[in-house]
């Protein structure tokens, strides 16, 4: 067997069949990197005839004239055929060196272990052999913070289930919190290219409260162009009309007032008058808030935005924001409930709430993100995560210089 270039439909084709898929192997992704500067060539290990094995392969130019190669997302291959594995590795490491490579980077879309909702090893798949063929083969694992991609995800199984069913096995905080946000009058919004400035300035806002750093806005734009067309990208805002709002609590509070004043005055309706109390406490406040930031910020108010990828068989939830001002009326958790809804409407097969942190620990400073995502009642899932392999004395070299900067 020889590795082959293939063109671009035929590593589609392939792609499209093959269990490891994901939007990241896609000649989507390709073009998106080649706007960066990155090279794209795509791979194949052929067998009478058929792809058997095969990967997008990007490279690009780095220190001394060699260059660095990424397998993002992949290589595709069974990696439960070591004689499999063993080949195709052995061949691309070949190409890498011919081609002034000094390092193969790899981070298949594979899960390592099975997890359950609470993050513990479960039943189920076990690629650990897997990972001790890559390391015996020259890879070593690069640490978790160094990493490119993401290997902790929480995923949502769709297929086969409605949406009364999903929603019935939420946490009820979850579930509750979903329909106050009905209640609220939050309307969702997709944005077209031109609006991709509304996205990109909730981002910077999220970005500098929490201290990351964001893509700018050539990027959202240059993922809009390649998946617009295709169907496979969406950029949700979540909206509020303050009147609107208003007006709705209005009604609610005058329906709490009816319902107190129909009670008798017995003492057994203590406790129900109470509960009212409470209510209309409550939604007096609401009102008064609401009412507040009306002045402040006008009419119409934008709360959150999230972004979405949308490549068979799963829905990626890859960035959101929000406005911390508006976080407490909860807008995140309505667009994962309409993103879910057209998961199932469409039938893809799962919905990936995508990175969470590795440690489930409640002092960790991301612990929120993990918290708010098991609410939709799903699983953890763990890749085997990101290796790289020495292809060149360069690779050293390389190493060296990067650890006295």
Known sequence: MQLEHLEVEEFREFLEGHPLRSFMQTPEIGRVREMNGWTVEYLGLKEKGKIVAGTMLLSKKRHFGKKEFYALRGPLLNYEDPKMVSCFFSLLKKHVQKNSGYVLRIDPYLVYQSRNGAGEVVPGVDHRSCVEQLLSLGFHKVKEKDQEQVSFMYVLDLEGKSEEEILKNMKPNTRNTIRKTLKNGIEIKELTRDELTIFLKIMEETGKRKGFAIRDLTYYQHMYDVFHDR????????????????????????????????????????????SFDTTIKSLEKRIAQAQEILEKDGEEITLSGSMFVMTQPEIIYLSSGNYEEYMMYNSQYLIQWEMIKYGIEHHYKRYNFYGIPSSFDKNDKDYGIYEFKTGFNGYVEQLIGEYEMCTSFVYYLIKLLRKLK
Not at 252 to 273: Q, W
């Open 231 to 274: 169907g496979e990208i969406k950029y949700l805002v979540t909206t509020l009309n303050l009147k609107h709002h208003i007006e709705l609590l209005e009604k609610e509070k005058e329906e709490a007032i009816a319902d107190k004043e129909k009670l008798s005055d017995a003492k057994y309706n203590d406790g129900k008058r109470k």
